[in-house]
């Protein structure tokens, strides 16, 4: 192919698909062997289609890319394919496998028999195959039912097309509904929202749009309702109250408030939300709420049971055994451990919550006590297990998750165990925390470590730091910071900031915190770019990779996850001839790069946070190889390709429950809507051996000074 071809200029061509490559049935990603019309050989051709065959016309319309490895390429963004018309398209077609009874043989003999006019005699005259040599009555049914409802298919497809919806949507839509797909979205498009992931209110509202569906229609003022509310649990909300709700609606919706009051009167008559004094619910959080109300309650009111112990005897013996003197605060929390069948222990950094924990296992473990030890993510329940020398699984996997909401372990059939350990318990949601205490078995122990000053959970609620205002529970609160930590400025400052403080920002040697002034977002930027690159693995003999991570409060704007990642990769691991390279969904992908899974995958047994490496990508066909640690290398496919994102840069949020040797943050005004206490303090947080700060400090100043993120609605502090 000339080299004039890559110039960007979008066309559109068009020919005959000669074989498929790779296709990838949920996102419609495909990669096709293509004969262009008025071109002579073949090249390949990259796009999105619900479901594509061989011997099929296509038009496309996008750019000619080059490609050393696989020669000419076209990148579509629009593609269409129709059933061939030449002999040979249709042969080709035929025999792909499309339709059940006919292969390669049988579409050569058919084709032969019938020509063009195939399709019409398989549609309304199949009996005329049994004509053809090989075929009697059972195959010819076979090929006449394979093909009608391939044509069923195909026509959804299209109608799909037509009202707007893109080819990955129109996929989850016929798997959700199947043949019924057009009937639903013709009775009620809003279904779509509720029933399909990835599918919210505003695409199934712009799909009613377009199929006619009225602005005052009930059907969407309740869906628009359940947006609201949707909405807010997304934000962190367990509830929302009920006039902010009819605000935020009549915007959405530019309907009147006496039209949705009629709507949410229905909505919870139909039992699609709850109504609890001036705050509305979605049952299901209400429900998660009760139910842990309910096990705390319980385990609350009972005493330990452990086997006799002599609390003196045993801490003598765990402070010999470790050759840690426990002080005073430390050791009236073993005892409180040792007492109680419910306790949480909360508090900062440096506070000495793992020397405590580490004792009250050891002196357990001691009496044969069965021990269980989980955290939220792949990421803390490794901390834990080090940190332990016992192992610790997520919570997911230690309840047996099975995707869709199914739990291989709940009340029928519980966890087994005497004493549950739940570590970095901030970020535990209400439905998780729900799940988990209605696993425990009969007589079990609990104890919860967390710090409550942390950030709280992604999803729904603020259990831990319910749970502790409300006096619910036995908390043993530390404060006193012991004196190895209190050397450390990475300690003393988030301290400081906890308490409303701008830390010291004075540049101290040896220090293991340090502010770097700069004011524009593109002078941050660079400047961390610098210190990653050059100047902390110059100082410090950090691998820029491995060890130093940035973490940014968003993913937008110039100093947000997705920025950051393309300037770092370009100097950290920057493109060269001999390193094969893949680009998919706006993120580049090369051999060495760090990566982050940013959903649960249950097949492969990766979960939203995990951190891994790329340490090979195959060409032919294209497989992406990730190690996420020393035991656990996964594959995958383009397609799957949308679950990975560069992760040289984090969102504070996804840190969570993870140190990293050195960390670098941005501190810029350009974030204000997200300055906050609680981030600031987390992202300091997750340093183990350095921390930087680079930004202006007003921009510190406003995120002290500000608690945002502990304004949620939630219901369960007084629920006891």
Request: charged share 25%.
């Amino acid at each position: 192919m000339p080299a004039s071809h890559f110039n960007s200029r979008i066309e559109v061509i068009r020919g005959l698909v000669e074989r498929v490559v790779f296709h990838n049935e949920e996102n419609g990603y495909c990669i096709l062997k293509i004969v262009p019309d008025g071109k002579t050989g073949t090249a390949s051709l990259i796009g999105k289609a619900p479901r594509v065959v061989a011997g099929e016309e296509f038009e496309a319309r996008g750019i000619w890319e080059p490609n050393r490895d696989f020669g000419p390429q076209f990148k579509a963004n629009e593609l269409k394919l129709k059933r061939p018309d030449s002999l040979g398209g249709i042969e080709r077609y035929l025999g792909s496998g499309l339709i059940e009874g006919i292969g390669e043989k049988y579409a050569k003999r058919i084709v032969e028999k019938f020509g063009p006019k195939i399709f019409d005699i398989i549609e309304n005259e199949s009996k005329r195959l049994e004509e053809v040599e090989g075929v009697g009555k059972k195959r010819r049914l076979e090929i006449r039912e394979s093909w009608m409802k391939q044509k069923a298919i195909h026509s959804i497809m299209l109608f799909l097309h037509q009202h707007g919806i893109s080819t990955s949507r129109a996929l989850r839509i016929y798997k959700t509904y199947g043949d019924q797909a057009q009937a639903v979205l013709k009775e009620n498009p809003y279904r779509l929202a509720q029933d399909i992931r990835g599918i919210g209110f505003k695409t199934a509202d712009d799909i009613a749009y377009r199929l006619g569906v009225a602005n005052d229609a009930p059907e969407r003022l309740k869906a628009g309702l359940l947006h609201v509310l949707e909405t807010a649990a997304q934000n962190g909300h367990c509830c929302f109250p009920e006039a902010k709700i009819a605000e935020k609606a009549i915007e959405l919706l530019g309907a009147s408030n006496e039209l949705l009051q009629a709507q949410i009167k229905q909505l919870i008559e139909s039992d699609q939300i709850e109504r609890h004094g001036e705050f509305l619910y979605l049952p299901h959080l209400r429900a998660a709420e009760q139910s842990i109300a309910t096990s705390v309650k319980v385990l609350a009111a009972s005493p330990a049971a452990y086997p006799s112990i002599d609390e003196d005897a045993a801490l003598a013996w765990v402070m010999k055994k470790t050759g840690k003197e426990l002080a005073e605060s430390q050791q009236r929390a073993v005892r409180e451990a040792l007492r109680q069948r419910m306790l949480i222990i909360t508090g900062g950094p440096g506070v000495g919550k793992t020397t405590i924990l580490r004792s009250i296992l050891l002196i357990l473990q001691s009496k044969q006590v069965k021990l269980v030890l989980t955290a939220p993510t792949g990421r803390a329940a490794k901390r834990l297990s080090e940190s332990t020398g016992l192992e610790a699984k997520t919570l997911h996997r230690l309840l047996e998750y099975q995707g869709e909401g199914g739990w291989g372990r709940h009340r029928g059939k519980p966890l087994v165990g005497d004493l549950f350990v739940v570590d970095e318990a901030s970020m535990i949601d209400a439905p998780l925390m729900a799940q988990f205490l209605s696993a425990l078995p009969p007589g079990a122990h609990l104890l919860i470590v967390g710090d409550a000053d942390q950030l709280p959970s992604v999803g729904p609620g603020m259990v831990l730091h319910d749970l502790i205002s409300s006096g619910a529970s036995p908390c043993v609160k530390l404060t006193e910071i012991f004196r190895q930590a209190a050397s450390s400025r990475i300690i003393t400052s988030a301290h400081a900031i906890n308490r409303g403080q701008v830390p010291d920002l004075k540049p101290m040697s040896r220090s293991d915190f340090f502010f770097l002034e700069a004011n524009e977002p593109e002078e941050i930027r660079d400047l961390i770019v610098q210190l990653a690159h050059t100047r902390l693995p110059a100082k410090y003999g950090f691998d820029p990779i491995a060890d130093i991570q940035v973490l940014t409060p968003m993913n937008r704007n110039l100093l947000g996850t997705e920025s950051l990642n393309h300037s770092l990769q370009l100097v950290l691991n920057p493109p060269n001839e001999l390193k094969f390279e893949i680009e998919r969904f706006q993120n580049t992908f090369r051999v060495g790069d760090k990566v982050i899974q940013t959903h649960n995958n249950y097949d492969k047994q990766v979960f939203n946070g995990d951190i891994g490496h790329i340490t090979a990508i195959d060409d032919d066909p294209v497989k992406l190889h990730v190690r996420f640690d020393a035991k656990r290398t996964v594959e995958y496919e383009p397609g799957d390709l949308d679950e990975l994102q560069p992760a040289y840069a984090l969102t504070i949020h996804k840190s969570q429950g993870s140190e990293f040797p050195c960390v670098i943050i941005p501190v810029s005004t350009q974030h204000y809507a997200l300055l906050e206490r609680s981030l600031i303090y987390t992202a300091i947080t997750r340093a183990k051996k350095l921390c930087i700060l680079v930004g202006d400090q007003q921009a510190l100043s406003i995120a002290v000074n500000k608690q945002e993120s502990r304004k949620r609605f939630t219901g369960l502090g007084s629920m006891f």
